[in-house]
């Protein structure tokens, strides 16, 4: 789930850091801090983005071998926040006034015609090599990209349970520009109010004789305090809410601007300050350190950013500190270097290339990056960011009729029309989810069942790249991951029902909703359901693969079931399912020992619904493939052999299911309806030409109701024996 970031090349008076041969007609930069406010070009700082982007490369390309390298999108914020707030504060001190227009065309013709071209690329690569199943979303990132909201997008998606599995786009690295862009748009207000808060400062009319000094230090005073009480709110915010929802956390701008501002209290230290702390080396090495630290120290699975991010962010304060020529001993030398300014220059378009070269190099080929193809990848990359550098962003953001006019460097940013417009013309003619029904040739789950001979091939229905989610689940009817209230839907007969069946348990006792809700309708029984996301319905304290740590809304969750179905629903059966995987449960490790623990959790609330007079029925756990099917049928075609998966590697042998029933003396039937998904040696992508799955473990509501005939069979046999006996003599 982590990405990246870029910070935009800003340093010097003019606000654009960039080597000396690219500061065309420009004051030469001084090497040397001279007091606050007054910083030159830093080569440093460009080795600072060099090591930067070589984290977040290497993170991308083998994840593995730099498992915190997406902490390289930390050090760009830190650099950001200080070059920015730098560059504005020098415009303010030596102006008096700041230009909203000036600042944001700067910006806009920096970064926004480099992005475009990407984008723009990316999205015609993609329309040829990507599975159809992911133009859609890859189109609505390109158009969130674009216009700088993907991390808000994404951040939607990471708690939208229907998207939070889905593959990563090209274009997914993306959000972290939204973050500083949306951090460009917010920071000069600050200045601009610590500006008019100088202008009608009280002491102003009192000091006649220097009247910009006394302006002067109100408004460094108010910018100063202002910064660090955003990046204290912020900073709290971040911890916050990366204990309550890490997936959204991560993408979110108000957990990410402390970073930035963090750099800016840096930027904003009085020269005294600044000076002392540029001269001692040792602090550059020791921010070295604490970088390449978090790298090893910080993991996919750390809860992030929150309090950890210190790591980073204060290995980056120290470097940038210490980390100028003034430090004798410092490691000026090393990220001055001649190899690490290179990069350093390049950085952007570095960051804004590489990670659609691997995703679609990796789409293209079948697999991901290997040791021959890695660093052809990360070489292609950097000779087409060398490319954009001196063939785009340096062309538009030097070119003299375009940078001496504000509006005109404020017009680039219709660059981004381009990307949006070739996307928005893919999503108006998507056609909506497939809505039709199943006819002749498509016997789905009838081909297994009643071993027929081979049918014609048909095209797959449903279409993989037209899928809808279950009626219940576009319903509402599915509670949301982090939510401890029960949901409680009813379908069928809800008049005068001969027989009320509950449904309850996770997205996976889902799967059997469509028969369910046909055999209801058919047998005048009320079904009513009961289902919570990723929550198995069980006693015992669960792991939440999420926020990777304790679960408790989904305890809460289960025990306000358990009462609401004893005293409330009182149904006559309910029929359970979750799933099988690790993801649901007790211990972030599988393995034999947390499936009894689920399953003894729940044994314990059946045998609570058996003492009530209400009768049970588990469904086994279904297949899980391991990919997306829908993806892997869309990129085969009729070739559904590669998308096949070992029945023995899919079906669980020993789920929780099978240890709550032994926990209860076999008193509760568990239907086993596998041998109708999976063949005896594969799971097919595709059974009797109907797509089983919807991702890599929800049935399809059209292969479930193939499924109907054969369920009806297996509860005719088990009800009169879950029933109590006056419920069996009034429904026979």
């Not at 991390?151 to 973050?179: C, D, I, K, R």
């Not at 293209?364 to 990848?377: E, R």
């Not at 940078?403 to 005109?408: G, L």
């Not at 996307?423 to 029904?437: D, E, K, S, Y």
Request: aromatic fraction near 10%; include cysteine; charged fraction near 15%.
């Amino acid at each position: 789930m982590s990405s990246t970031s870029e910070a935009t090349s800003q340093a010097s008076d003019a606000g654009e850091g960039r080597g000396k041969e690219h500061r065309q007609g420009e004051e030469a930069a001084q090497p040397r801090e001279r007091g606050r406010g007054e910083r030159g070009f830093r080569p440093d700082i460009q080795g600072l983005r060099a090591i930067a982007v070589s984290l977040v490369v290497i993170y991308h390309v083998y994840p593995s071998a730099l498992p915190g390298g997406f902490a390289g999108v930390d050090v760009f914020f830190v650099i950001s926040g200080y070059l920015i707030t730098g560059h504005l504060w020098r415009t303010c001190k030596k102006t008096g006034r700041l230009s909203l227009a000036d600042f944001w065309g700067r910006r806009a013709r920096r970064l926004i015609p480099a992005a475009a071209l990407v984008l723009a690329v990316t999205w015609g690569v993609s329309y040829l090599v990507l599975p159809s199943t992911q133009l859609a979303d890859t189109a609505a990132q390109i158009r969130a990209s674009a216009l700088y909201f993907q991390n808000w997008q994404l951040a939607g998606e990471a708690v939208n349970y229907l998207q939070s599995g889905s593959a990563a786009t090209p274009v997914q690295h993306f959000w972290s520009l939204s973050v500083e862009e949306q951090f460009y748009l917010v920071w000069p207000l600050l200045f601009g109010l610590a500006l008019l808060t100088a202008r009608y400062w009280p002491g102003r009319s009192r000091a006649a004789d220097a009247p910009h000094a006394v302006g002067t230090k109100v408004a460094y005073r108010t910018v100063l305090a202002l910064t660090a009480a955003l990046v204290a709110a912020s900073l709290a915010y971040s911890v916050y809410d990366t204990h309550a929802n890490e997936a959204q956390a991560y993408f979110v701008t108000t957990t990410r601007m402390w970073e930035l501002g963090a750099g800016g209290l840096l930027a904003l230290l009085p020269a005294g300050i600044s000076d002392r702390l540029g001269r001692l080396g040792w602090l550059g090495w020791a921010g070295l350190a604490l970088i390449i630290a978090s790298q090893f120290v910080l993991t996919g699975s750390t809860p992030f950013p929150g309090w950890i991010a210190l790591l980073p962010v204060v290995g980056t304060l120290a470097l940038i500190a210490g980390g100028s020529s003034q430090g004798r001993l410092g490691p000026w030398r090393l990220t001055s270097a001649r190899p690490l300014s290179f990069l350093g220059d390049i950085s952007y378009s570095l960051y804004l290339w590489h990670f659609p070269v691997i995703v679609l190099w990796t789409a293209w080929h079948g697999k991901g990056p290997g040791l021959v193809s890695g660093p052809i990848l990360i070489l292609a990359s950097v000779i087409l960011a060398w490319l954009t550098k001196i063939t785009v962003e340096d062309r538009i953001r030097l070119a003299p009729f375009i940078a001496r006019h504000r509006w005109r460097s404020l017009s680039t940013a219709l660059a981004a029309v381009v990307p949006v417009t070739l996307v928005m013309a893919f999503l108006v003619a998507q056609p909506g989810p497939w809505n039709g029904r199943l006819g002749p040739g498509y016997p789905g789950a009838a081909s297994l069942a009643d071993k027929l001979a081979p049918i014609p091939d048909k095209p797959v229905l449903p279409p993989p790249d037209k899928l809808k989610v279950p009626t219940y689940w576009a319903e509402g009817c599915l509670q949301a991951e982090h939510v401890a209230a029960v949901k409680t839907c009813y379908f069928g007969d809800t008049k005068n029902p001969t027989l009320k069946i509950a449904l309850v348990g996770d997205s996976m006792a889902g799967n059997w909703w469509a028969p369910l809700a046909q055999i209801a309708t058919q047998e005048h029984w009320e079904l009513i359901t009961e289902l919570h996301a990723t929550c198995a319905w069980t006693a015992t304290q669960l792991y939440d693969p999420v926020n990777k740590g304790a679960y408790p809304t989904c305890y809460q969750w289960g025990v306000s079931l358990l009462s609401d179905l004893i005293t409330t629903v009182r149904p006559d059966v309910v029929i359970t399912s979750e799933i099988a995987s690790e993801t649901s449960l007790a211990h972030p490790a599988s393995g034999p020992q947390a499936s009894a623990d689920v399953g003894a959790g729940m044994a314990t609330y059946w045998r609570q619904l058996q003492d009530h007079g209400i009768g049970v029925i588990a469904m086994r756990e279904t297949p899980i493939t391991g990919m997306n099917d829908p993806a892997c049928v869309a990129k085969y075609g009729m070739d559904t052999q590669p998308c096949a998966v070992p029945t023995s590697k899919a079906v669980s042998t020993d789920p929780p299911s099978t240890y709550a029933n032994r926990d209860l003396g076999g008193t509760v039937p568990v239907i086993n309806m596998n041998s109708l998904i999976c063949g005896p040696a594969l799971c097919p992508a595709v059974v009797g030409n109907v797509l089983v799955y919807m991702d890599s473990h929800h049935l399809t509501q059209s292969y479930a109701q193939t499924l109907t005939p054969y369920l009806r069979d297996k509860l005719t046999g088990v009800l009169d024996k879950t029933l109590p006996a006056a419920k069996r003599s009034a429904l026979s």
